[in-house]
């Protein structure tokens, strides 16, 4: 192979490298969500006025900017003008808002009728890229609503046309929650005790008691060192010591009580 063509390797590959650079990175855009309209998934009516006319299809209102209906004055073997997309509400409709995805942006009438078909509010649209258009003024009473191609010459490609009674939810993203420590459960309490008795010999005398039995000996040695009640009082040592014995108690004296200690579990 000679240099030549080694040369005319590198050229094109030099090319597509060049081509991939120059390329704009292309953003794309979130498709609008018309949904939650009076209009959603409505058949409209096309005609040349208010009434009458043919019942079309879903493609305006179908939440899909891929399908179209082309308002056309100059419709081939039509009669009349024909102008308008209308839709008939079943009871009348407080109106706030609307969207429209169209082709362009001029010659545009929405009309808004009530119950006797006088105007509500008609007014010229200057938005069509989808965006979501507040009405300066709430509608109130709206038995029909119309679009209008006014151009003669031109067709108006609808490719989606919704209106709301209320501001519809934009889709947001949820915050991850923090990860949390699980708590760790409480230990159920037995209301017992092991209580130790520290006599003023030394001697450590250990029991495990119910919590009233604690409390009780609580009570009196409490009441003896205000003076009044026994000078001994019997612990009953239940299960702890086992022998040939139908109970067993042990007399704790009241002057020889150095400390006691409660560990409750």
């Known amino acids: 192979m000679n240099l030549k063509f080694f040369k005319n390797i590198s050229l094109i590959i030099g090319a597509i490298v060049l081509l991939f650079v120059l390329i704009p990175n292309q953003t794309v855009k979130a498709a609008v969500d018309y949904s939650g309209g009076l209009l959603d998934g ?5 005609s040349g006025g208010f009434t009458g006319g043919n019942l079309i299809g879903t493609e305006a209102t179908d939440n899909n900017e891929g399908t179209f209906f082309s ?6 073997g039509s009669t009349g003008t024909l102008d308008h997309l209308y839709y008939d509400f079943e009871s009348p409709q407080t109106i706030i808002s609307y969207r429209l995805k169209a082709d ?3 010659n545009i009438i929405i009309e808004l009728l009530d119950s006797k078909g006088q105007y509500v509010r008609n007014f010229t649209v200057s938005t069509t890229d989808g965006s979501l258009v507040t009405l300066p003024e709430i509608a109130s009473g709206v ?3 119309s679009l209008v191609n006014t151009n003669a010459s031109a067709p108006l490609k609808v490719f989606e046309f919704n209106a709301y009674t209320s501001e519809p939810e934009q889709p947001t993203t949820p915050e991850p929650e923090e990860p949390t420590t699980p708590e760790q459960p409480e230990q159920p309490s ?12 030394g001697l450590e005398k250990e ?14 040695y ?14 009953d040592k239940h299960d702890n010591n086992k022998g040939p014995f139908k109970s067993r108690k042990d007399y704790i004296l009241f002057d020889r ?9």
């Open 190 to 201: 037995t209301n017992r005790a092991i209580f130790v008795v520290t006599m003023t010999t």
């Open 104 to 106: 362009r942006n001029t």
């Open 143 to 145: 038995s029909k609503i």
């Open 71 to 76: 308002v056309d004055k100059s419709t081939p």
């Open 42 to 46: 409505k058949r409209l009516y096309y």
């Open 257 to 265: 009580v150095l400390t006691f200690e409660v560990s409750e579990y």
């Open 222 to 235: 409490e009441a003896k060192q205000a003076g009044s009640g026994k000078a001994s009082y019997a612990i």
């Open 207 to 220: 029991f495990d008691l119910s919590m009233k039995e604690v409390n009780d000996f609580i009570d009196w």
